[in-house]
């Protein structure tokens, strides 16, 4: 045989891997969805970057799924609501330790001696309900996220922020009447002289 009559492994057998351009498809819908879930971190979630990521992987794998057509359809919706329900868990159980990570470090920044109550008390376990504010109306929850420029204020903070600012304008006042005692001072010596 001559190299003319050889032809290349591809062109006697022109089968193209079903899986890369399903594989195409889930890159891009996980990037769109990484941003996406970007965005939505960022105003729903204290931990915006993980938000992220695991917006991205259930994208990813829902483009990849469904791409093949009407034949993977079903199976595409069955395995992203497992990859969904999985990747909700799993996010769960990695922000409930991101929390209590941040009250660990919250309550060792705390003055020991004005700490009255056990460490145990002050930090959240792992055991606690992640979902313990869906017990209060969705109205409450916008109000007091913390992305909301509002919130729903008890008395005794209520109390304190108002203490506060009257603390603030007394020292304001504080140093207004000593810029004038300058003011009159400086102007009486002027006028002696």
């Known amino acids: 045989m001559s190299d003319s009559n050889q032809q290349p492994w591809s062109k006697l057998y022109p089968v193209e891997p079903f899986f890369i351009p399903a594989l195409k498809v889930g890159a891009w819908s996980g990037a ?14 204290p931990t915006p970057g993980l938000f992220a990521i695991a917006s991205g992987l259930q994208c990813a794998a829902l483009g990849t799924a469904y791409y093949g ?18 990747g909700q868990h799993i996010y769960n159980a990695l922000d409930v330790r991101q929390d209590s990570t941040i009250a660990l470090k919250d309550a060792r920044s705390r ?13 959240p ?51 207004l009447d000593d810029d004038i005692a300058k003011a009159r001072a400086k102007s009486d010596t002027d006028n002696r002289s």
């Open 111 to 123: 003055d020991i001696n004005s700490v009255t109550t056990s460490r145990s008390d002050q930090i």
């Open 32 to 45: 769109s969805g990484l941003f996406v879930g970007g965005i939505g971190g960022i105003l729903r979630s």
């Open 125 to 175: 376990s792992a055991s606690t309900n992640p979902n313990k504010s869906l017990d209060q109306p969705i109205w409450r929850r916008v109000i007091n996220s913390k992305w909301s420029p509002m919130k729903v204020l008890s008395d005794e903070e209520y109390e304190r922020m108002l203490r506060q600012k009257l603390l603030r304008v007394d020292a304001e006042i504080a140093i």
């Open 69 to 86: 057509g009407r034949k993977n359809v079903i199976p595409g919706i069955i395995m992203f609501s497992l990859f969904g329900f999985v």
